[in-house]
T-cell receptor
Framework: GQQVMQIPQYQHVQEGEDFTTYCNSS?????IQWYKQRPGGHPVFLIQ?????EVKKQKRLTFQFGEAKKNSSLHITATQTTDVGTYFC????????????????FGKGTKLSVIP | NAGVMQNPRHLVRRRGQEARLRCSPM?????VYWYRQLPEEGLKFMVY????????ESGMPKERFSAEFPKEGPSILRIQQVVRGDSAAYFC????????????????FGSGTQLSVL
């Protein structure tokens, strides 16, 4: 079945430093979504990427979708303490990929800690 | 403008008991998903339902687990004869997806039910 790998698992940064998390799928994706989960909270949708090579920005967050539609990244510029949480990517397999299930598959997430 | 409502927030059961988790989707949403999350893990898809229909239960264990989304009332995830390994956070999500069984829209998650099996 489809697998979505995310690295790193943990990241500790000083406030003001940049942060990047990477996501790789074992199968070609139809689209990829990113979610943020604060400690003790529930996942909250951030963005969806659909097109090959797509880049989207939300203030200090930059999201990229790879040309082959199998990988993605989230980059945060100048982190703040409010960025603390776990960032998940979630991939929807392409119908032709042969994946067993056509539901969103989540990575294990990258847990971001920001030291003030 | 209520979001996805899940109850209870915390549920404690002894081994062998039954656990029933409830989820009311956002107003206007007719698609419900259940995910399980273990500590330091991602969310694992369990089941996708529409009203009175199970669309995809490929992530659901074959035994002891069942889900329903009746015409009236919330969606229910039922776990019979719970074991310690069932301890996890169970999240429900809803969406407005309208085209077939393919997810192409964002999910709105509830606050989850933390199940603890003693």
């Amino acid at each position: 079945g489809q697998q979505v790998m995310q690295i790193p698992q943990y990241q500790h940064v000083q406030e003001g430093e940049d942060f990047t998390t990477y996501c790789n799928s074992s199968t070609t994706l139809s689209n990829i979504q990113w979610y943020k989960q604060r400690p003790g909270g529930h996942p909250v949708f951030l963005i969806q990427l659909v097109k090959s090579g797509e880049v989207k920005k939300q203030k200090r967050l930059t999201f990229q979708f790879g040309e082959a539609k199998k990988n993605s990244s989230l980059h945060i510029t100048a982190t703040q303490t409010t960025d603390v949480g776990t960032y998940f990517c979630a991939g929807l397999p392409n119908r032709n990929s042969g994946a067993g299930s056509y539901q969103l598959t989540f990575g294990k997430g990258t847990k971001l800690s920001v030291i003030p | 403008n209520a979001g996805v409502m899940q109850n209870p927030r915390h549920l404690v059961r002894r081994r062998g008991q039954e656990a029933r988790l409830r989820c009311s989707p956002m107003k206007g949403h007719s698609h419900v998903y259940w995910y399980r999350q273990l500590p330091e893990e991602g969310l694992k898809f369990m089941v996708y339902l529409q009203k009175e229909n199970i669309i995809d239960e490929s992530g659901m264990p074959k035994e002891r687990f069942s889900a329903e989304f009746p015409k009236e009332g919330p969606s229910i995830l039922r776990i019979q004869q719970v074991v310690r390994g069932d301890s996890a956070a169970y999240f429900c999500a809803s969406s407005t997806r309208t085209q077939g069984p393919v997810t192409n829209e964002k999910l709105f998650f509830g606050s989850g039910t933390q199940l603890s099996v003693l």
